[in-house]
């Protein structure tokens, strides 16, 4: 189905109530939020059947961004318990996979893909923090931003050692 109302480089922003065009600052981010829902979901793809608890974890995860999404485009989506689960879920895989130094961001298809979601969520909470300049947004979206990295390393890491890819330590000489 074609709308073509955005042919014009325009689009509806729900926070304004208003057509913006499509670089407007919320549209970039929640456009960002997006690319990194679609990298989880990459992710999810590689993951060999034995693990399919944490695709249900990422699954989570690709719904929890959505929400958050949502939140920032006015839509009251996500709340206090989603940061717990988000920072439960980081806890149990770095308890897993504990690190005890930096590591290159590789690996598996599935622990690289969660990297680069994680580097694009990182990418998210920056330009959240640029809207946020111009529009006041609620502090658990920052919260919530910043845990999901989190736990989108923690699970690259854990992947990582159930699969047998060695650490790759960063050496600063």
Excluded: W
Excluded at 66 to 86: M, P, Q, T, W, Y
Excluded at 105 to 125: D, M
Excluded at 140 to 167: D, M, Q
């Amino acid at each position: 189905m074609f709308t073509r109302t955005g042919d014009d480089g325009s689009t509806y922003c729900n926070l304004l109530k208003t057509r913006v065009p499509k670089d407007h600052p919320i549209i970039e981010l929640i456009g960002t939020l997006d690319e990194a829902n679609s990298f989880i979901g990459l992710a999810r793809s590689f993951l060999p059947p034995y693990m399919r608890d944490i695709e249900n974890d990422l699954k989570d995860l690709q719904y929890l961004t959505f929400r958050i999404g949502f939140h920032v485009s006015g839509v009251k989506a996500i709340n206090e318990e989603d940061i717990s689960k988000l920072e439960e879920l980081a806890d149990k895989y770095y308890g897993l996979a504990p690190l005890k130094h930096f590591v290159l961001p590789a690996g598996t298809q599935s622990a690289s893909a969660l990297h680069v979601a994680r580097t694009v969520v990182r990418r998210a909470e920056r330009a959240l923090i640029k809207a946020g300049r111009e529009f006041n947004f609620d502090d658990i979206v920052y919260k919530a931003i910043n845990r999901l990295s989190s736990a989108l390393f923690a699970l690259a890491v854990y992947i990582n050692k159930v699969s047998g890819y060695p650490e790759e330590p960063v050496s600063f000489r």
